[in-house]
């Protein structure tokens, strides 16, 4: 592998990290990307600072001075996930764009695997693996969990499989791009303060790209450490994702606007309760049903860690769901969903 990318001397993988105030996580991810089982003049290491406020640039800034040939550093003013990546890209000279995320860690075969995968799968536009979920802490190993298991995250196989397996999917996570398809169908929208990624991913399916998903490529994401964490990660990307789907439609599946259909339904039998004895029935055997459901994946993990941790766990996937649906209700209330809403309609009348 070595002397076939020596004798073309070019950058293959362009590796992104948009990051702000990562200064726990982004030594450890610098001295993975730098020990890489990949020839390191085949790849290139770009980090776009958000304006942090700890010391993650002075850190980034000590390997840029010991690295200056591998390691190129920019700042993203605007602060956002999608104003960074698009820096990013402009400056990559890969073939392939990579994105990471500050809160990762990746094994030393990752780029291998990325390659090889590439290599089965050339017609791919953006391939990518699967995520380990981690937690530090009483509260994190609980987040681990309910970031790890179908009723928490429901089908996403990049975070539930256990097992070998390969195949084409909807998304990948910290995907590997070709570089064209960002000159075909653009970049990222910088409107979209989160879940950029699922509105671009419609964008790359509508042009008649693919998603190629590899099990040998995996990742360490390190969840947020507390329930308060949790709870504005899924209020954000209940939000979010709701206009992510108002500017590309087809963005969020419907399975995907579940949390959505339970909080409205919730909220209707709740007060229709009051109104009549059918709806306050429903609204009960709603309610016993899903604190059934719940109980029973609260009390795997109980069995796993200790008792104390059945009710926090049963809280932490109660929080999870009921603020992702919270969070796609008020959508409705943001400005951005109605521009863009009011946008896709003029699209369609015209």
């Known amino acids: ?15 992104l990290l948009v990051v702000r105030n990562e200064e726990k996580y982004i030594s450890r991810l610098i001295e993975t990307l730098l020990k890489q089982e990949f020839p390191i003049e085949n790849y290139e290491l770009i980090i776009i600072d958000g304006c942090s406020s700890d010391n993650t640039l002075g850190i980034v800034e000590d390997y840029r001075k010991k690295y200056p040939d591998f390691i190129r550093v920019y700042n993203n003013n605007k602060k956002t996930l999608p104003a960074g ?18 809160h990762t860690e990746v094994p030393n075969d990752f780029l291998l695997n990325n390659w090889e995968t590439i290599k089965k799968q050339p017609e791919a536009t953006c391939v990518g693996g699967i995520i ?28 539930t499989l256990n097992e070998d397996w390969e195949g084409f999917v909807e998304t990948v996570p910290y995907g590997a791009y070709k570089k064209e398809i960002f000159d075909e169908i653009g970049c990222f929208n910088e409107d979209l303060k989160r879940n950029e990624d699922i509105e671009f991913h419609r964008r ?59 909080f409205l339904s919730g909220v209707a039998l ?77 699209k369609k009348t015209n």
Request: with cysteine; net charge positive.
């Open 85 to 102: 990546w698009n820096i990013g890209i402009k400056q990559s000279k890969g073939q392939y764009v990579l994105r990471l995320d500050g």
């Open 270 to 346: 709740f007060i229709g309760a009051f109104l009549h004895s059918v709806f306050f029935w429903l609204f009960m055997l709603a309610l016993l049903s899903y604190t059934l459901l719940n109980s029973i994946v609260s009390i795997k993990f109980a069995r796993k860690k200790g008792i104390q941790f059945f009710l926090p766990c049963f809280i932490a996937f109660f929080c999870m769901h009921f603020f992702r649906g919270l969070g796609s209700f008020l959508a409705y209330f943001k400005m951005e969903y109605w521009i863009y809403k009011k946008q896709l309609l003029f």
């Open 204 to 262: 790359v399916y509508n042009y008649g790209g693919q998603f190629f998903l590899s099990t040998k490529i995996r990742s360490t994401y390190y969840v947020r450490d507390s329930l308060k964490g949790l709870i504005n990660k899924s209020l954000g990307d209940g939000t979010w994702s709701m206009i992510a789907n108002q500017v590309t439609p087809g963005s969020l599946s419907v399975y995907k606007k579940a949390p959505l259909y339970t």
């Open 132 to 159: 380990i979920s981690k937690g530090h802490g009483f509260q994190g190993s609980i987040n681990e969990y309910v970031y790890s298991h179908p009723f928490g995250v429901g089908s996403s196989k990049f975070r």
């Open 1 to 15: 592998m070595h002397d076939e990318f020596k004798s073309k001397q070019s950058i293959f993988f362009s590796v």
